[in-house]
Antibody, heavy 116, light 108 residues
Framework: QVQLVESGGGVVRPGGSLRLSCAASGFTFSDYSMHWVRQAPGKGLEWVTFIRYDGSNQYYVDSVKGRFTVSRDNSKNTLYLHMNSLRAEDTAVYYC?????????WGQGTLVTVSS | DIQMTQSPSSVSASVGDRVTITCRASQGISDWLGWYQQKPGRAPKLLISGASSLQTGVPSRFSGSGSGTDFTLTISSLQPEDFATYYCQQAKTFPYITFGQGTRLEIK
């Protein structure tokens, strides 16, 4: 069965950096595009970024452009989110999700807290 | 940007009730609309894609309809496990997808 397991969250100071990982199993990772979606505490879902199955194109929500970078290593079945210049408003649970127009499988999420 | 607006923001209902949640897009999105269910502390789960196509394993009491700007999610007979928050999501501007603000379905 499809499994997505995020890791790498934690507490970071404003201006700091963090790298999230998403380990995929149960499907042919290199055949599928992936999203990162976040959810601030008590709030709704916000799409963050998308990467095509082969890593050829990446897309970002305006609020993270120039600060976040999505990448993938298909040989390791792993998706990454590199986050720089973190702000308080980036505090959220970050989910990786498989799919294109719709996210048909999600990981359990990893919490990122940006606080001094 | 396409904005998605759900109504109501919250609703109270009883087991066995029929419940309808509405999602309105700020511009036409054809049938590029999905519905998700999220329970507290859990990841969202895709219920419906393409406005009305039920995902495998989703109970038939869930149904979706609509096209253009107005969409509905209907639960025909609420079960205890259906109390959750529901989100709509437009895929017209894929990969730039956007979600509605959510509708919290609570037990009356």
């Amino acid at each position: 069965q499809v499994q997505l397991v995020e890791s790498g969250g934690g507490v970071v100071r404003p201006g700091g950096s963090l790298r999230l990982s998403c380990a995929a199993s149960g499907f042919t990772f290199s055949d599928y595009s992936m999203h990162w979606v976040r959810q601030a505490p008590g709030k709704g879902l916000e799409w963050v970024t998308f990467i095509r199955y082969d890593g050829s194109n990446q897309y970002y929500v305006d609020s993270v452009k120039g600060r976040f970078t999505v990448s993938r290593d298909n040989s390791k079945n792993t998706l990454y989110l590199h986050m720089n210049s973190l702000r308080a408003e980036d505090t959220a649970v970050y989910y990786c999700a498989k799919g294109s127009g719709y996210a048909d499988h999600w990981g359990q999420g990893t919490l990122v807290t940006v606080s001094s | 940007d396409i904005q998605m607006t759900q109504s109501p923001s919250s609703v109270s209902a009883s087991v066995g009730d029929r419940v309808t949640i509405t999602c309105r897009a700020s511009q036409g999105i054809s049938d590029w609309l999905g519905w998700y269910q999220q329970k507290p502390g859990r990841a969202p789960k895709l219920l419906i894609s393409g406005a009305s196509s039920l995902q495998t394993g989703v109970p038939s009491r869930f149904s979706g309809s609509g096209s253009g700007t107005d969409f509905t999610l209907t639960i025909s007979s609420l079960q205890p496990e259906d109390f959750a928050t529901y989100y709509c999501q437009q895929a017209k501007t894929f990969p730039y997808i956007t979600f509605g603000q959510g509708t919290r379905l609570e037990i009356k």
